[in-house]
Nanobody, 115 residues
Framework: QVQLVESGGGLVQAGGSLRISCEVSGIIFRQYAMAWYRQGLGKQRELVATIFGTVTNYKDSVKGRFTISRDDAKNTVYLQMNSLQPEDTAVYYC??????????WGQGTQVTVSS
């Protein structure tokens, strides 16, 4: 069964950068597409970025600012976030691109952007 452990969040000023990580276990990682999601306070969880092999896709509002990547040797997916804005404040989660709310989710990592 998949296990997802997100880390690397924190408090950053607007315009700053953070890289968050998600260590994945319990699956043959390289065979799966992965994604980053986020959930702001009082908001629904939303898909931010996906990666399958070297193919990536992004939510429009983060294009050009966020970069998703993966290291199959380390079973880890990353999200490099640049030019962060207060509206990026959320708990960030990794999962499959097809994950549903009823599926297993990790604890997430909090990203807070101050203005």
């Amino acid at each position: 069964q998949v296990q997802l452990v997100e880390s690397g969040g924190g408090l950053v000023q607007a315009g700053g950068s953070l890289r968050i990580s998600c260590e994945v276990s319990g699956i043959i990682f390289r065979q799966y597409a992965m994604a980053w999601y986020r959930q702001g306070l009082g908001k629904q969880r939303e898909l931010v970025a996906t990666i399958f092999g070297t193919v990536t896709n992004y939510k429009d509002s983060v294009k050009g600012r966020f970069t998703i990547s993966r290291d199959d040797a380390k079973n880890t997916v990353y999200l490099q976030m640049n030019s962060l804005q207060p509206e990026d404040t959320a708990v960030y989660y990794c999962n499959y691109p097809t994950a549903r709310e009823s599926d297993y989710w990790g604890q997430g990592t909090q990203v807070t952007v101050s203005s």
